[in-house]
């Protein structure tokens, strides 16, 4: 790991406890080319530039959450070692090896912010139930509140936002990905209860003053999710224990300690 990388968990580490979105955990999900990124930054104030390059000016705060996306890592890694970034149905070695590397730290990060309880946005294409039900069925398990943003577009917008993006995949992959996240949405709305579950519909290709109010809305309902009194006994339980300690992490629990489950 560099030394950059380093620093950057260190930092992320001594947030820990006095972190303002402790145990938060939003999950995004949605099809290829439904615009998860651009609805994620709307909400939560992820990259204020990658807004702005999109649709106009928009005026909002970060919320503070960390987002681990290996789509992120990879596309950097990618443009540093001159890789093409088109999807293929058949990547070659060093592509291969990049995606695998990305993943890794991808995981790394995640697992220095889940170390340290940090407030979470959790990138997914919702064609895996099974995938993020057991993702977020562990956070819950550590003593996470968790909640999901389903990103809803049509085909048509879907297939069409595919074809712009710099990172395309082949229409077949963007249809089946289609019908199988239609056919998941009310798996998760049922998975994590309709309180914690937000449709955006992102067909309409809005811009200017619809686009801001359409950043204004959801963005004050992230803020409504994230100030709301950790719920999750599990993660009460570890809050009040480290809190009583001085701890700041999930490092700093000692063996044996069990946290409250009922």
Known sequence: MKTTELLECAEHLSEGINDPNIFKAIFMAGG?????STIA???FGIDRDLVK???GPINYSSLGLKFASSDEILERLAKVKGISLDMLRELSQEQQLNREHAKRLTNMRRAGWINGMLGLVVDGTARDFAKIKKSRDYL??????????????????????NRRRERSVPED????SWDAVQQNMGKFQ??????????????ARLSGDQFKELGDRISQEARRWLSKPLA????????????STGGKTLSDIPKGFEARRV
């Not at 550590?142 to 936002?161: C, H, K, P, R, W």
């Not at 992959?173 to 089946?176: F, G, L, N, S, T």
């Not at 914690?196 to 067909?203: E, K, P, Q, Y």
Request: proline share 3%; charged share 20%.
């Open 232 to 243: 999750n006994p599990i993660g009460v339980s570890i809050v009040n224990f480290l809190r």
């Open 41 to 43: 930054n709307l909400m």
């Open 53 to 55: 390059s999109k649709r």
């Open 140 to 161: 819950e398990m550590i003593g996470y509140d968790t909640g999901m943003v389903f990103v809803n577009t049509s085909l048509d917008v879907a297939l069409e936002a």
């Open 190 to 203: 049922k998975l994590f209860g309709k309180r914690n579950f937000l449709i955006v519909d992102n067909s």
């Open 32 to 36: 290829p080319g439904s615009g998860k």
């Open 173 to 176: 992959v963007v249809r089946k």
